[in-house]
């Protein structure tokens, strides 16, 4: 069967006819793949432990038609490699269980097939042949686990957090100490570039390129990079990246600079790409590019004439994907998509029809080979329900001795509090086992938004902030059966910081429980970018003390996110920010002994002062504070919250109107009578409460805002204006920027 063949073509007209009354044009083969739809069935293969990002690789076929071994490791320290054969998976070989694995790649000789098996648990590395045995292990000795691995020929490239190294024939080469966190590499080879070139993802939204051990130049990219994958695998100079936010693009990798060839945006605000392959699933002669992300969904972008990308198919895991990869596993000469879990799911997405239909008349009838999986499942099953049940005798009857210990399960937890930019909001997270209920307590106050994926009911208990050690939120999650992933948002307060804690209690027996910690910081909502808009009115804010470098750095990363935590091998550095719900913008320029903020926003100073205040006094350091401050900033700053706010108090003020004019429609019987703003109001209530719905306390923050900004003003001034809010929130009830921007200069 022909790549053509494998998908589902549906024309209006047969190739090699014409429509009654139509002059035939000529099309060529290429045109005609491009309009083809891509049918894709699910095949679950194989479950093994949970699983790291990229530990999955499909080994070479041995022909051009052959299916291929699938080899995958997880945090047991087992590698397995397995084929399928007859619909069943048959194992290859199984590595005896060690230190969790935490990434694989293929390698081999130059020019020979790349079918050894390399994979990395903790500083060692060691490598497998395609049928088990072991040739290879090679310790590293880094002080930090290796996250991130490239294999070609002798040469091998690790990172740990923030190091780079380069080894050839086991032998040390090249070492490269990282300004952020390293979160992938992969390595470009052409004719056009002098040797083997490393390329860095960076978690400072950077993607640094390498020569020897020395950086040869960085390429700024829209969000953190999260996997890196070269779009042609055996040699050429572009590489595809992905973002935790959601990002896809591609670079060219040249000797002194790159050029971004594309990217694409997440405008359905789906999650963080953690794999990326390239395989040509559409069968058209180009490889189309494979992406796994973090919320489960998998994606195939294909390219269109004029060699952009687009979205070709889509289909939605209930866990994230760790691992993606296109070839052939289930049966020969059928293409698919293989992806690996978090929990350990080989799953395949494939071009073989997974239906049998029955004629008109007929009963349907399984195949002899599915009738003997379904009796060899079945089995199985009852195997499987048999050790249960005897299991749990042992355990009753263990219990009861008087020598008695519980043992408490241990499960995985896979979370994640990342700042997203669309809504200003955080979100977690993921468990290996089935989840029985959630408890979020808060010790500051934050808004629950809510997300249209999370099917679990909450409840909110009462609390009482005033209270020493008081709660400012205590929320309960009851999930569903079988719920392993948990999507939750909150939005917290700048200036309020404190601590988030989730209590996470999975479907076990014996019931336990695991806590998760997150620092919510005072400019909690602020995230890193590249560059300032320096023609915006700044406030400034100045430090002078006896402070050192690593003391000032820890304190930016106290009150900052994306900030790393390790300090800088530089003497100064200079970090620029963005506020996620307002737009405004933070400049933070620092070194032994002095610190300068720049702002357009005055109570991000504000809070900046007052936090670095009581962190020196702490460390009963005397710090010499200054201040610069623009009053154009203030006028500045409401004018970036207007048209939100404007937003906002119309959307409540419809929502408002929503049940009395549905109440008119009812009496009346139709709403014919009402003007035509109130009837587009009916026409799009639905829309209207439900984004009312995602954005609980939205005007209460923008109030909170604005009356911040208006104290925060005049304490620079040295004046106590509290007395005065009472009359600034009546000036927002009955809102115009005009007369906002008037009362803050009359004061």
């Known amino acids: 069967m022909s790549p053509s063949d494998r998908c589902s073509v549906r024309p209006s007209v047969h190739r090699g006819e014409t429509e009654p009354g139509h002059k035939e044009e000529p099309e060529s083969l290429w045109v005609f793949l491009r309009k083809m739809e891509l049918h894709l069935n699910r095949v679950d293969y194989v479950q093994v432990g949970v699983t790291s990002q990229k530990s999955m690789r499909l080994l070479p076929a041995l022909g051009k038609k052959a299916t291929q071994k699938v080899a995958i490791a997880d945090h047991d320290g087992i590698l397995t490699c397995f084929g399928m054969k007859k619909g069943e998976a048959v194992p290859v070989f199984k590595t005896l269980p060690g230190q969790k694995i935490s990434r694989m790649d293929l390698g081999g000789a130059p020019g020979t097939p790349q079918e050894k098996i390399f994979v990395c648990s903790g500083s060692q590395v060691r490598g497998y042949t395609k049928k088990g045995k072991q040739f290879l292990t090679f310790e590293a000795n880094l002080t930090e686990s290796i996250n991130a691995m490239y294999v070609s020929g002798a040469d091998l490239f690790v990172c740990a957090s923030y190091i780079y190294n380069h080894y050839c024939d086991c032998k040390d080469q090249d070492y490269f100490l990282s300004g952020d966190k390293i979160n992938d590499i992969t390595c470009v080879s052409s004719e056009k570039l002098p040797h083997l070139t490393p390329v860095l993802a960076c978690q400072d939204r950077v993607l640094r390129v390498l020569q020897g051990s020395t950086l040869a130049y960085d390429i700024e990219v829209p969000g953190p990079p999260s996997v890196l994958e070269l779009y042609n695998k055996d040699a050429g100079e572009e590489v595809l990246y992905g973002t935790t936010d959601g990002r ?60 952009e990308p687009t979205l070709r198919f889509e289909h939605v895991l209930s866990e994230s994907v760790t691992s993606i990869q296109g070839g052939c596993v289930g049966r020969e000469s059928y293409d698919e998509i293989v992806t690996a879990t978090y929990t350990g799911w080989v799953t395949g997405l494939t ?28 089995a199985e099953l009852e195997q499987l329900q048999g050790k249960v049940l005897q299991g749990r005798e042992q355990y009753q009857q263990t219990t009861q001795s008087s020598t008695a210990v519980s043992a408490v399960p241990v499960f995985n937890i896979n979370d994640k509090f990342t700042l997203c930019q ?83 209690t999975p479907r076990l027996q014996p019931k336990t429980c695991q806590v998760r910690q997150y620092q919510i910081k005072p400019l909690s909502l602020h995230q890193r970018t590249h560059s300032i808009d320096p023609t915006r009115p700044m406030n400034r804010l100045s430090l002078v003390g006896q402070f050192s470098f690593a003391e000032i750095h820890s304190w930016v990363v106290f009150c900052l996110p994306e900030v790393p935590d390790k300090t800088p091998a530089e003497d100064s550095i200079t970090f620029y920010f963005h506020n996620t719900f307002l737009g405004t913008q933070l400049e933070a320029t620092y070194c032994k002994g002095t610190a300068h903020f720049h702002s357009d926003n005055i109570s991000t100073i504000s809070i900046l002062s007052d936090v670095l205040s009581k962190e020196a006094t702490k460390k009963k350091i005397n710090l010499n504070i200054s201040y610069d401050i623009n009053d154009d900033s203030v006028s500045h700053t409401l004018r970036m919250i207007h048209p939100k706010l404007e937003f906002q108090l119309l959307l409540a003020k419809k929502v408002q109107l929503v ?14 009578f009402l003007i035509p703003e109130y009837r587009s109001i009916l026409d799009e209530s639905a829309n209207l409460l439900e984004e009312y719905k995602k954005q609980p306390a939205h005007l209460e923050r923008l109030y909170g805002m604005i009356t911040d900004l208006f104290i925060d003003k005049f ?10 809010v009472s009359s600034l929130l009546e000036i927002l009830d009955n809102y115009d920027l005009n007369s906002l921007l008037e009362f803050f200069q009359d004061v």
């Not at 200003?424 to 809510?450: F, G, K, R, W």
């Open 351 to 378: 071009t073989e029809s997974q239906k049998t239909e029955a004629g008109a008349g007929e009963e349907f009838r399984m195949s002899k080979e599915t009738q003997s999986k379904v009796e060899a499942l079945r």
């Open 715 to 724: 304490k620079f001034k040295g004046q106590n204006v509290k007395t005065k």
């Open 659 to 672: 049940d009395a004019l549905r109440e008119l429609q009812v009496h009346e019987g139709n709403a014919n």
């Open 422 to 504: 669309d809504d200003a909001s955080y979100s977690l997270l993921e468990v290996q086992t089935a989840i029985d209920n959630l408890l979020l307590q808060s010790d500051v106050p934050i808004d629950l938004l809510d997300v249209d994926k999370n099917s679990a009911v909450v409840s909110f208990s009462e609390c009482d902030p005033e209270q020493p050690n008081g709660n400012f939120l205590l929320a309960t999650y009851r999930c569903q059966a079988n719920t392993t992933r948990l999507e939750l948002k909150v939005r917290s307060i700048e200036g309020q910081y404190g601590t988030l804690q989730a209590y996470i």
């Open 248 to 307: 896809l693009g591609l670079v060219q990798i040249g000797e002194h600079s790159a050029v971004a060839k594309w990217e694409i945006d997440n405008d359905k605000k789906k999650g963080g790409i953690l794999c990326v392959d390239t395989f040509d699933i559409i069968g058209d002669g180009v490889n189309d590019v494979l992406v796994g992300r973090d919320d489960g969904t998998v994606q195939v972008y294909g390219f269109d004439s004029a060699n």
